[in-house]
């Protein structure tokens, strides 16, 4: 039995590769020989080198460095991971239990989506949501727990849990949102400052920024208190001078990246005449100066610093004229779906459905499913540009926009390298199926789409093949999780994750994490 072990290394490596993780992996217990061969670091890494390129873990490797990581252990752990995805099957479930205080307007007061629904065959179902209470990016979670505990951030990987320094004491927070690095809390006060033409109250409203850095070296053992991640203070700046209001009727959207911060704000008409137009503004922010000056500590703003200082700076306002002109006004009949930024540019994400009933929807439907995003730039004038994609066709023959011809799949996988501008495919790529929400690890080749027609849900993974040395192949390994998926993870209709895990929120209110 020994003697395979014995032979040149060249011709064992030819054999091995020929064998699959699970098998190899069971090699491990043949005996104590086979087991030292199997385990051996170097051939652990030529393993994953052959089943598991992609792996966020070959990714991070950095060859010739100290302390490189051990591949005997990541073999089988990643084996274990891919295999639980190719079967759509969570090698765990966890659960974070939200305090129901949490979900009370007084504590969270989330800016509500516009009221449409897709109606068919005399079923409707949901076109938006409204935002989650929490958010996640890069493996880190951040929410609430409870009244007591403040924001958490809590690490998936480690389980290191840190406290974020935002006071919630007598605020109400809007939206919560962690991307490029920066942790974003938009809130107001509870108590109003003043009210409106119409008589709605206004509160004086707040974004506040955090720098979020994960260090180089881990942290101590998993835990509460002090934990690996950093997240320091940058800035707070109001949203609007006067306030805005805190209702079901108003909305505002935003994005940020490292830089900049962008808020689009719909107010309702103050009276329902035909004549009179909803308010709209687009602002833009540069953010990138840290200031430790807190306008939500001063109210007269006598401690303002010179303008010459470093702080958050408004560099770009846009009324309902320039909207009309950029063509991204909205109207009375809006269909603004979210806004996206990136270092030069801001996007509207504009989608139609031929499905959509609700008060504000243009009369008749429209003719097909439509996605349109228009981009204009942060600063300067600039060109207006838009990208489109559209299904044509009746409701019978519906063929679809052509540059998803090389492939839907590929297309939602990959969204042109990532660009927020790119007006998504997959939004129709799987008709009659709607995209509700969807996790992308383009680097790692897997995608969950949660998808839904009428009353059916669904909740998918998608896996690539491994990489061959000359190309890649097409086909995309498609599965669906368990049916009851969709009650733990898509009660806010919003996945987020990578090939690790899936985040979600179910409709008890608590966070639920599928584990793979």
Same mark, same amino acid.
């Given at each position: 039995?020994?003697?395979?072990?014995?032979? /040149?290394? *060249?011709?064992?490596?030819?054999?091995?590769?020929?064998? +699959?993780?699970?098998?190899?992996?069971?090699?491990?217990?043949?005996?104590?020989?086979?087991?030292?061969?199997?385990?051996?670091?170097?051939?652990s890494?030529?393993?994953?080198?052959?089943?598991?390129?992609r792996?966020? @873990?070959?990714?991070?490797?950095?060859?010739?460095?100290?302390?490189? =990581?051990?591949?005997?252990?990541?073999?089988?752990?990643?084996?274990?991971?891919?295999?639980?995805?190719?079967? !759509?099957r /969570?090698? %765990? %479930?966890?659960k974070?239990?939200?305090?129901?205080?949490?979900?009370?307007?007084?504590?969270?007061?989330?800016?509500?989506?516009?009221?449409?629904?897709?109606?068919?065959?005399?079923?409707?179902? =949901?076109?938006?949501?409204?935002?989650?209470?929490w958010?996640?990016?890069?493996?880190?979670?951040?929410?609430?727990?409870?009244?007591?505990?403040?924001?958490?951030?809590?690490?998936?990987?480690?389980?290191?849990?840190?406290?974020? =320094?935002?006071?919630?004491?007598?605020?109400?927070?809007?939206?919560?949102?962690?991307?490029?690095?920066?942790?974003l809390?938009?809130?107001?006060?509870?108590e109003?400052?003043?009210?409106?033409?119409?008589?709605? !109250?206004?509160?004086?409203?707040?974004?506040?920024?955090?720098?979020?850095?994960?260090?180089?070296?881990?942290?101590?053992?998993?835990?509460?208190?002090?934990?690996?991640?950093?997240?320091?203070?940058?800035?707070?700046?109001?949203?609007?001078?006067?306030?805005?209001?805190?209702?079901?009727? *108003?909305?505002?959207?935003?994005?940020?990246?490292?830089t900049?911060? #962008?808020?689009? #704000?719909?107010?309702?008409?103050?009276?329902?005449? *035909?004549? @009179?137009? =909803?308010?709209?503004?687009?602002?833009?922010?540069?953010?990138? *100066?840290?200031?430790?000056?807190? /306008?939500?500590?001063?109210?007269?703003?006598?401690?303002?610093?010179?303008? &010459?200082?470093?702080?958050?700076?408004?560099?770009?306002?846009?009324g309902?004229?320039?909207?009309?002109?950029?063509?991204?006004?909205?109207?009375?009949?809006? %269909?603004?779906?979210?806004?996206l930024?990136?270092?030069?540019?801001?996007?509207?994400h504009?989608?139609?459905?031929?499905?959509?009933?609700?008060?504000?929807?243009?009369?008749?439907?429209?003719?097909?499913?439509?996605?349109?995003?228009t981009?204009?730039?942060?600063?300067?004038?600039?060109?207006?540009?838009?990208?489109?994609?559209? !299904?044509?066709?009746?409701?019978?023959?519906?063929?679809?926009?052509?540059?998803?011809?090389?492939?839907?799949?590929?297309?939602?996988?990959?969204?042109?390298?990532?660009?927020?501008?790119?007006?998504?495919?997959?939004?129709?790529?799987?008709?009659?199926?709607?995209?509700?929400? +969807?996790?992308?690890d383009?680097? !790692?080749?897997?995608?969950?789409?949660?998808?839904?027609?009428?009353?059916?849900?669904?909740?998918?993974?998608?896996?690539?093949?491994?990489?061959?040395?000359?190309?890649?192949?097409?086909?995309?390994?498609?599965?669906?999780?368990?049916?009851?998926?969709?009650?733990?993870?898509? &009660?806010?209709?919003?996945?987020?994750?990578?090939?690790?895990?899936?985040?979600?929120?179910?409709?008890?209110?608590?966070?639920?994490?599928?584990?793979?």
């Amino acid at each position: 039995m020994d003697a395979l072990t014995s032979l /040149p290394l *060249d011709v064992f490596l030819l054999i091995i590769s020929y064998l +699959s993780p699970a098998d190899t992996i069971r090699c491990r217990r043949v005996s104590r020989s086979w087991n030292a061969v199997f385990t051996d670091d170097d051939i652990s890494r030529n393993l994953m080198r052959w089943h598991f390129p992609r792996a966020r @873990e070959m990714r991070n490797a950095v060859p010739g460095t100290l302390g490189r =990581p051990g591949y005997a252990r990541m073999f089988p752990e990643v084996a274990r991971r891919y295999l639980h995805l190719r079967a !759509a099957r /969570p090698r %765990m %479930m966890e659960k974070i239990v939200i305090d129901a205080a949490m979900r009370q307007e007084s504590h969270f007061y989330e800016v509500e989506p516009w009221n449409r629904q897709l109606r068919r065959n005399g079923k409707s179902s =949901p076109f938006q949501y409204r935002d989650a209470s929490w958010c996640f990016d890069d493996g880190l979670l951040v929410c609430r727990v409870s009244d007591a505990s403040g924001y958490l951030a809590y690490d998936l990987e480690t389980g290191h849990i840190t406290l974020v =320094p935002f006071d919630g004491a007598d605020r109400t927070v809007r939206r919560v949102r962690l991307a490029h690095g920066i942790l974003l809390i938009e809130w107001c006060e509870r108590e109003r400052c003043c009210l409106s033409s119409s008589g709605a !109250a206004i509160h004086r409203h707040f974004a506040t920024v955090y720098d979020v850095q994960r260090p180089t070296e881990s942290g101590p053992s998993a835990g509460w208190g002090a934990g690996p991640w950093q997240i320091r203070f940058r800035s707070e700046w109001k949203l609007d001078d006067l306030g805005l209001p805190l209702n079901r009727r *108003d909305r505002f959207f935003s994005a940020h990246t490292a830089t900049h911060y #962008v808020l689009y #704000v719909w107010n309702h008409p103050a009276t329902t005449h *035909d004549s @009179e137009e =909803p308010v709209e503004e687009l602002k833009i922010w540069r953010i990138d *100066d840290a200031c430790a000056y807190r /306008p939500s500590d001063d109210p007269t703003g006598a401690g303002m610093p010179d303008a &010459a200082q470093p702080q958050p700076r408004l560099t770009r306002v846009l009324g309902r004229g320039d909207l009309r002109a950029l063509g991204i006004r909205q109207g009375k009949k809006p %269909m603004l779906r979210e806004i996206l930024l990136d270092e030069a540019n801001v996007y509207f994400h504009e989608e139609k459905h031929m499905w959509l009933v609700a008060s504000r929807v243009p009369y008749p439907p429209p003719r097909h499913h439509s996605v349109r995003s228009t981009g204009i730039p942060l600063s300067g004038i600039g060109p207006r540009w838009v990208d489109e994609c559209c !299904a044509d066709g009746g409701k019978i023959h519906l063929t679809f926009c052509p540059r998803a011809a090389a492939g839907a799949g590929s297309a939602a996988l990959h969204g042109h390298g990532g660009w927020p501008g790119y007006a998504p495919c997959w939004r129709h790529d799987a008709f009659p199926y709607l995209t509700v929400s +969807s996790v992308v690890d383009a680097q !790692a080749g897997v995608r969950f789409a949660a998808r839904r027609c009428s009353m059916i849900e669904a909740v998918s993974s998608f896996v690539r093949p491994k990489i061959s040395v000359s190309a890649e192949a097409d086909g995309m390994l498609e599965m669906d999780l368990a049916d009851d998926i969709w009650t733990h993870l898509l &009660a806010k209709g919003k996945i987020a994750g990578d090939e690790r895990w899936v985040v979600g929120e179910g409709e008890d209110g608590n966070i639920s994490i599928a584990r793979f």
